[in-house]
């Protein structure tokens, strides 16, 4: 089945740096990507997916990039701040697996002021 | 936005006890989902369900695992009997549709400690 790898499990950068999280999947069927943030007693949160005809997505200051041929996933926090101090996971699934996301094993990132 | 409740945060229990994890998914939403992450470990599917049914489930879901959602009420996890290796926290999530462009919305989880 698939499987998700995550890195690095632990970031620490300064305020104003970028951030970045890398996720390799073995799957090359896997049609979902998706990154969620979970803040301290909360549950998970969506930032961003993409499906598999997108490259490069960009929301708010987080950048979403899909490298289909080395299935890779990354995911950039531009200017990070306080706020986005969490722990963040990618989740991807098939197109016939419904909502059967495999997850990686996410990565706390701690932003410093 | 639309928020999972999970009820309780922790629970502790002895092991070969019952527990019932409890979950109020999102209240127009049809898919309901349960999700298993052991202490350093990643997050791992456990079943979905839908309109009365479990549509799949994984080999974590063992025979002593049961899911419902009595008259349209919690969503819940039964674990009848309990083993030490069920320690993990559990996390609840509801979509509206299914197909990985639905958004699941995931609870904050339970805790469970099987002593």
């Known amino acids: 089945g698939e499987q998700v790898e995550q890195r690095p499990p632990h970031l620490s950068v300064r305020e104003g740096d970028s951030a970045i999280i890398i996720c390799t999947y073995t799957d090359s069927a896997t049609a979902y990507f998706s990154w969620y943030k979970q803040e301290a007693g909360a549950g998970l949160q969506l930032l961003m997916s993409v499906l598999s005809n997108v490259d490069r997505k960009e929301e708010q200051g987080l950048t979403v990039l899909l490298n289909k041929k080395d299935k890779r996933l990354s995911l950039n926090l531009t200017a990070a701040h306080p706020g986005d101090s969490a722990v963040y996971f990618c989740?991807?699934?098939?197109?016939?697996?419904?909502?059967?996301?495999?997850f990686g094993i996410g990565t706390r990132v701690l932003v410093r002021p | 936005g639309p928020k999972v409740l999970q009820i309780p945060s922790h629970q502790i229990i002895d092991m070969g006890q019952m527990v019932t994890l409890n979950c109020d998914p999102v209240s127009n939403h049809l898919y309901f989902y349960w999700y298993k992450q052991i202490l350093g470990q990643q997050m791992e599917f456990l079943v979905n369900f839908y309109n009365g049914k479990v549509m799949e489930k994984s080999k974590l879901f063992k025979d002593q695992f049961s899911v419902e959602r009595p008259d349209g009420s919690y969503f819940t996890l039964k674990i009848q009997p309990t083993a030490l290796e069920d320690s993990a926290v559990y996390f609840c999530?509801?979509?509206?549709?299914?197909?990985?462009?639905?958004?699941?919305?995931f609870g904050a989880g339970t805790r469970l400690s099987v002593l």
């Open positions: 999530a509801s979509s509206l549709g299914r197909g990985g462009q639905n958004t699941l919305y």
């Open positions: 989740a991807v699934s098939g197109d016939s697996a419904g909502n059967k996301l495999t």
